[in-house]
C-alpha cells in the first residue's frame, strides 16, 4: 500500500452558488513533489484554505497522515508548513525578527530553529536585514522559512515562484530539491505553468473546471508528451553505460545509432557535459517530442 500523507476524497466546495471545487480527489505520497497545476481561477487556492483549515469544505474529507477525524485534523496541521499566496511579513523588522515572532506564535521553545531556518534558506547572512529590503525572491524564501519552523513533514505552496525572474526560479528550484531530498519533506506546490515544476515535480495533479482532471507521475507526462533527449554518440555501447552509472538513469532506447533518452529532458547540456567528461564523443544532442506547454493546453481543451 501507497504511504499516503494527504487525500482527498469527492472534496467540494460551493460559494454563493457558485461551484468553486467539484468531487476532487488528491493523493500526495510521502516523499513526493506534488505539482498541482491550473489556470488562475482554477481552484487551487482555494484548495489549500480548504486543507489549511481556512475555510470550511462543502462535501467530500481530508485525509491527513491516514486520519480523517476532524479534531485529529486540527492537530496534524502543526506538521505541516503553509506558504499561502505571498508571505506576510512585518516589513520594518528583520528577517531575524520575523522568525522570532512565528517561532513564539508557534510555541517552538528552542531560538536555535531560527538560525537552522535561515541557513536552510540560504538567507543566513540576510537574518539582521530588514524585510523591506529584500528581492520578491528573497521574501518568498524568508516566507519558506517561516513555514520550516517547527521541522514540518508536508510543505504546501501556493505560487511560490510566481512574478520571480530566471535567476530567482531557478534558486527556487534548487530550494525545494534540498528540502525534498536531503529533508526528506514532502512538498505540495501549486503553479499555473506547468513548464515551471517540470525540472522538479515528481507527480502532478491537474486541476480544471474546478476538478481534478488527471493525477500522473513525471514519467507518465514525460510519456504521454513523448518527450525524450536525441542523443548521436560514439561508442553507444559506452554510452548507455555512462548514463547508467553516472545518470543513474536506465529510462532509454537505441534506434538505429541514436540514444532515446526519457530523463533529463531539460537537463540537455548536463548530460552533454557528463558524456563528453566520461570519454564520449557527441555528435549531436537535441530536445525532441510534444512540448509539455502544448501538451497541457491540448488536455484543458479535451477535457
Known sequence: MPDYILRTHQLSKIYKQDQILRDLNLNIRKGDIYGLIGMNGAGKTTLIRILAGLI???GGTVELFGETDPRRIEQLRAKIGWLIETPALYLNHTAYENLEMERIHKGIQDRREIDKVLEIVGLKEAGSKKTADFSL????????????LGDPELLVLDEPINGLDPVGIAQMR???????HRYGITILISSH???????IATTYGIINNHTLIEELSAEELNKRSKQYLAI???PV????KVLTTKLN???FEVVGSTVLLYDYYAESGRVASVLYENGISVEEISCKGQDLE???MGLLERK
Open 174 to 180: 534548487e530550494l525545494l530539491l534540498e528540502l525534498n
Open 232 to 234: 548521436k554518440s560514439r
Open 137 to 148: 525572491g528573497m521574501k518568498q524564501r524568508l516566507g519558506i522559512a517561516m513555514a520550516l
Open 294 to 296: 502544448h501538451y497541457y
Open 237 to 240: 555501447e559506452d554510452t548507455l
Open 56 to 58: 470550511p469544505s462543502s
Open 249 to 251: 538513469t536506465n529510462r
Open 193 to 199: 505553468i506547468l513548464t515551471e515544476l517540470a525540472q
